[in-house]
């Protein structure tokens, strides 16, 4: 007795629901479609009752009965009594069913794994983003380059130099509408809210801002100046509160007070 392949206009797992019909283009295809609806759950007391007719003695029942789809020859058990045997067995998982135990064939699950596979290769899926943040020389903010390993300064994006391997610094969608299409912190805001700057521009000793909005106040948060700086009131306008020492004693005031040229040294 053998089992016969499921026909087009037969169920594949629940009987009394109706269900798509499955088509194989070959011979293989059909095979696997099978040997998932074999899984379902009513299959084992058809397998069972098979192997009980093929068993020694097996044969020689006169009365053959209905189990499912299958006809057996067993006259021990009613048909109302393999029934409810059937419905008391737990459920189990298969491969390729749903809750209700209603298979899919093997090329819908293939047709979608690849469809997925697919979007996530051409970026149609939204993915999570990418964390660029790192600190560059000076401890100044920087954008992580692809290969995690590069840090350029944030002065350094959108500046029309590829100063990452892979140009990832200069890509359109990053540079389209500055400063909106940059992540927030590569950018500074000025007290003027029509002025912006890198933020690895701030507290860099410069008037980038124009008013100095990036030097000090609570806005920029700086710390005093550094060793390689000279604290006071400097004449021209590039600078805020210091200036670099390597402007002192260059016969040049720097300095209100001119404390650049008597007091300050190099």
Same mark, same amino acid.
């Given at each position: 007795?053998?089992?016969?392949?499921?026909?087009?206009?037969?169920?594949?797992?629940?009987?009394?629901?109706?269900?798509?019909?499955?088509?194989?283009?070959?011979?293989?295809?059909?095979?696997?479609?099978?040997?998932?609806?074999?899984?379902?759950?009513? @299959?084992? /007391?058809?397998?069972? =009752?098979?192997?009980? $007719? &093929? +068993?020694? %003695?097996?044969?020689?029942?006169?009365?053959?009965? !209905?189990?499912?789809?299958?006809?057996?020859?067993?006259?021990?058990?009613?048909?109302?009594?393999?029934?409810?045997?059937?419905?008391?067995?737990?459920?189990?998982?298969?491969?390729?069913?749903?809750?209700?135990?209603?298979?899919?064939?093997?090329?819908? @699950?293939? /047709?979608?794994?690849? =469809?997925?596979?697919? $979007? &996530? +290769?051409? %970026?149609?899926?939204?993915?999570?983003?990418?964390? !660029?943040?790192?600190?560059?020389?000076?401890?100044?903010?920087?954008?992580?380059?692809?290969?995690?390993?590069?840090?350029?300064?944030?002065?350094?994006?959108?500046?029309?130099?590829?100063?990452?391997?892979?140009?990832?610094?200069?890509?359109?969608?990053?540079?389209?509408?500055?400063?909106?299409?940059?992540?927030?912190? &590569?950018?500074?805001?000025?007290?003027?809210?029509?002025?912006?700057?890198?933020?690895?521009?701030?507290?860099?000793?410069?008037?980038?801002?124009?008013?100095?909005?990036?030097?000090?106040?609570?806005?920029?948060?700086?710390?005093?100046?550094?060793?390689?700086?000279?604290?006071?009131?400097?004449?021209?306008?590039?600078?805020?509160?210091?200036?670099?020492?390597?402007?002192?004693?260059?016969?040049?005031?720097?300095?209100?007070?001119?404390?650049?040229?008597?007091?300050?040294?190099?």
């Amino acid at each position: 007795m053998g089992l016969a392949l499921p026909s087009p206009s037969s169920p594949t797992c629940v009987p009394g629901q109706q269900h798509a019909p499955c088509f194989p283009t070959s011979v293989g295809v059909c095979i696997l479609v099978t040997s998932l609806v074999l899984r379902c759950r009513k @299959l084992p /007391a058809v397998l069972r =009752a098979a192997a009980r $007719a &093929l +068993a020694p %003695g097996g044969m020689n029942k006169t009365h053959p009965q !209905r189990n499912g789809d299958v006809a057996t020859f067993d006259s021990t058990k009613s048909f109302s009594e393999e029934r409810g045997n059937a419905r008391r067995q737990p459920r189990r998982a298969c491969w390729g069913c749903t809750q209700r135990h209603v298979c899919i064939p093997a090329v819908v @699950l293939l /047709a979608l794994a690849g =469809a997925v596979g697919l $979007a &996530l +290769a051409l %970026g149609l899926l939204p993915q999570a983003p990418v964390n !660029r943040f790192c600190a560059a020389s000076n401890n100044q903010t920087g954008f992580l380059c692809d290969d995690k390993v590069t840090c350029i300064l944030a002065s350094q994006v959108c500046d029309r130099v590829s100063n990452c391997r892979n140009g990832e610094d200069e890509q359109e969608k990053l540079c389209s509408d500055l400063p909106h299409s940059l992540p927030g912190f &590569l950018v500074f805001r000025c007290s003027n809210p029509a002025y912006w700057v890198y933020a690895d521009q701030r507290c860099n000793g410069m008037n980038d801002c124009g008013d100095c909005s990036d030097e000090l106040g609570s806005l920029a948060a700086c710390p005093p100046c550094g060793s390689e700086w000279w604290n006071c009131s400097p004449v021209l306008y590039e600078y805020c509160s210091c200036i670099p020492r390597r402007l002192c004693r260059d016969s040049i005031q720097h300095c209100l007070s001119w404390s650049d040229e008597y007091i300050c040294r190099p």
